[in-house]
């Protein structure tokens, strides 16, 4: 436990907490202040062997790729089977991290005004180095300091017995195409103590932070999942109805919980209950060598499937000043392609409701989630047969630029994921849109979405950063 007192000392590296009139920041200040921190820190990412990872090795017997302190992360194989009709057996490689991890996100008030403090952050997998992560990013291996680097800067607020209140505190979980079973804590707490302010921090508001989402790549994956648990309440009087017909008043009606849903919450949780009970979902971790077995080759400096789709296993050496460790090497997925997330949306008696699906991933936990109405790698789809493409997946890529709401592309978990990246799109259909082809697909309103988010294993960690972006409309 840390005692209130910590929280007002200057850390060596850090400025005193600000006044309110130092804390607001402009855009414009913003931006300037990033490009500040990115010109002040060096960031480099290389391609190496995996011969040359430092600490990481494969095993003999079993040729999973494992880190010599048996903590951080293992690369392993993953057989599949399921019940769906193309390709329902597969074997495949798997990042395996049973450790859960913090974000976190610090509030403060400034003049009334709900601040979150944000950081710029490196991570090796990025496509443009620098982006906008949590007040806190770090799995256990981290802030435990296996790494025997730094202190993870602000956990102390985070930890049983700090004066911060929660807000929010929940497991959620990751990417289930890539991570057996992968959870982070998300969790959100409010502060009165003064807060040293480290130079690569800043105090950014929620309608800032919604302005920086509708940028490409720079408010990062654990940002967006912890944004979209923030709790409505937290929104400022004066955005929560502005009183008109726009779309931007019809997703905060939707949100607050404004009209009627055309399911009630007991529905949904019955039919996300009845797809799980029935879906086949089976998972057996086997070696990472007998992935060779179903395709996968495994180089001397990346593990590659023989179609050339899916993704990569590659090592990186890194080095970046700003970071607990300056200098590391690991392993990395790094998907063949870009992903597309979009959700149709539809107004049904005056109110917003989304289109979202019920799906399966080779490693999600509790057999479903819900997801976004397409969620896919288009490329993985073109020699498919045409009745087993994606419903909607040609809807989407079709759709007239006046229907389409939001359009932004956003980088993945940076830490465990190479360039990867998922472009965006809220897409409102017409309004004789013919919806729920088939069992797996349901309309909601966001608020029911948001009051799912308050459990764990309900909404993919796609759909949250499509929440989070829903809430800069």
């Known amino acids: 436990m840390v005692s209130s007192a910590t929280h007002t000392d200057t850390p060596p590296d850090g400025r005193p907490d600000p006044g309110a009139d130092d804390a607001v920041m402009s855009m414009a200040g913003f931006h300037s202040w990033f490009n500040a921190r990115a010109r002040a820190n060096s960031f480099r990412v290389d391609r190496i062997p995996f011969a040359d990872l430092s600490g990481w090795d494969f095993e003999p017997d079993t040729g999973n790729l494992v880190h010599a302190s048996g903590r951080f992360f293992s690369v392993e194989g993953l057989r599949v089977r399921t019940d769906r009709p193309w390709v329902s057996e597969w074997t495949q490689p798997i990042i395996v991290q049973p450790e859960i991890g913090v974000l976190g996100i610090l509030v403060k008030r ?97 309608d800032q932070l919604r302005r920086l989402l ?140 989304a289109l979202v699906q019920a799906r399966s991933d080779a490693g999600t936990l509790n057999i479903a989630e819900l997801t976004a109405t397409v969620h896919c790698q288009p490329g993985n789809y073109a020699d498919a047969p045409a009745e087993y493409r994606p419903p909607y997946l040609d809807y989407a890529l079709a759709a007239p630029r006046w229907r389409v709401r939001l359009d932004v592309v956003h980088s993945e978990e940076g830490g465990r994921f190479y360039h990867a990246q998922n472009r965006y799109l809220v897409i409102e259909v017409e309004d004789d849109f013919d919806a729920e082809p088939d069992d797996r697909y349901l309309w909601t309103t966001l608020d029911q979405l948001m009051s799912l988010l308050s459990h764990s294993n309900y909404l993919t960690v796609e759909l949250r950063s499509l929440m989070a972006s829903m809430r800069s409309l």
Request: aromatic share 8%; proline share 5%; net charge neutral.
């Open 110 to 206: 400034f003049d009334g005004v709900p601040h979150c403090l944000m950081q710029a952050k490196m991570e090796p997998g990025n496509i443009n180095g620098l982006q906008i992560s949590p007040t806190v990013q770090a799995t256990r291996s981290n802030y435990t300091k296996v790494h025997g680097g730094a202190a993870t800067k602000y956990i102390e607020y985070f930890r049983p017995g700090s004066r911060s209140r929660v807000l929010f505190d929940g497991l959620q979980s990751e990417q289930g195409s890539w991570f057996l079973h992968k959870r982070n804590r998300n969790i959100v707490v409010e502060t009165d103590d003064d807060v040293p302010l480290h130079e690569d921090f800043c105090w950014l508001t929620l």
């Open 214 to 353: 509708r940028l490409d790549h720079m408010v990062n994956m654990d940002s967006r999942t912890v944004l979209s648990c923030v709790p409505p309440a937290l929104t400022q009087p004066d955005e929560r109805n502005s009183g008109d017909d726009s779309f931007g008043d019809a997703v905060r009606r939707s949100l607050w919980g404004h009209g009627r849903a055309v399911h009630d919450p007991g529905r949904i949780l019955s039919w996300l209950t009845e797809v799980r009970a029935r879906q086949e979902l089976v998972q057996r971790r086997v070696p990472l060598k007998e992935v060779a077995e179903d395709g996968w080759r495994l180089g001397h400096d990346v593990i590659d499937h023989r179609d050339g789709k899916y993704f990569d296993v590659v090592a990186v050496a890194v080095q970046a000043s700003n970071r607990e460790v300056t200098a590391w090497t690991q392993p990395l997925v790094a998907p063949r392609q870009s992903g597309l997330l979009a959700l149709l949306v539809k107004r049904i008696g005056g109110t917003l409701h």
